[in-house]
């Protein structure tokens, strides 16, 4: 199927802490996932992606793993800032193959506070 | 650095109007996408658009709804009777030919009453 499902809606933290958001999909044959974050009012924005010849990437500040045993990714925010609140969606494209011409399949959202 | 651009920012209008939500994708790409959100739930895909016709859309995309590519610029998504459910944040989105992420605009707000 074209599941992709978060396991927390909401995730509250200190500013300086590590957070840690979670995603699970379900479609073994999935190979390619994003992680999008959405301020107050605005539109998705792509923070990092991850195919699934991959267990984990690095980007600025935030790092992807992904284990493909038990269908599962995360984003990991070093140093969390006030800045970092948002919601964070991972999101898949439908399309077998991995490419993004198809339609994207989000999550539902996990929500971010970092409290200063 | 170059970016999906949607306007109005707010649209209210009453129930049964037509209204008009426009974008302009990013300048090189040529797959063009909308989605919408409704207030508290998660993105959900309308249509997917390239070489001037529909590659895909979702079950919300019913005949009230149609896409429009009128000139090199602009892409356009026509609500024609609006019902108040159609009441959402509406993304449009664009990818480059061999690019794979899709980057959204800031989104249309629209109210219906």
């Known amino acids: 199927g074209e599941s992709v499902g978060l396991h927390l809606p909401t995730l509250s933290v200190q500013e300086g802490d590590n957070s840690i958001i979670n995603c699970a999909y379900s479609?073994?044959?999935?190979?390619?996932f994003i992680w999008y974050k959405q301020e107050s009012g605005k539109g998705p924005q792509f923070i990092i992606d991850?195919?699934?010849?991959?267990d984990k990437r690095q980007g600025q500040r935030v790092t992807v793993l992904l284990n493909k045993t038990v269908k599962h990714l995360s984003l990991q925010i070093a140093a969390t800032q006030p800045g970092d609140s948002a919601v964070y969606f991972c999101?898949?494209?439908?399309?077998?193959?991995?490419?993004?011409?198809?339609?994207?399949?989000f999550g539902q959202g996990t929500i971010l506070t970092v409290h200063p | 650095e170059p970016e999906v651009t949607q306007t109005p920012s707010h649209q209210v209008t009453q129930m049964g109007q037509e209204v008009i939500l426009r974008c302009v994708p990013i300048?090189?790409?040529?797959?063009f996408y909308w989605y919408r959100q409704i207030l508290g739930q998660k993105v959900e895909f309308l249509v997917s658009?390239?070489?001037?016709?529909?590659?895909?859309k979702s079950e919300i995309f019913d005949d009230q709804f149609s896409v429009e590519r009128p000139d090199g610029s602009n892409f356009t998504l026509k609500i024609r009777s609006t019902k108040l459910e159609d009441s959402a944040m509406y993304f449009c989105?664009?990818?480059?030919?061999?690019?794979?992420?899709?980057?959204f605009g800031p989104g249309t707000r629209l109210l219906v009453l």
């Open positions: 658009f390239y070489n001037n016709e529909i590659s895909e």
């Open positions: 991850i195919r699934s010849n991959m």
């Open positions: 479609n073994s044959a999935s190979d390619y």
């Open positions: 999101a898949e494209p439908f399309n077998a193959g991995g490419t993004s011409y198809g339609k994207l399949t």
């Open positions: 989105a664009s990818t480059a030919v061999g690019g794979e992420t899709q980057y």
């Open positions: 300048s090189n790409h040529l797959y």
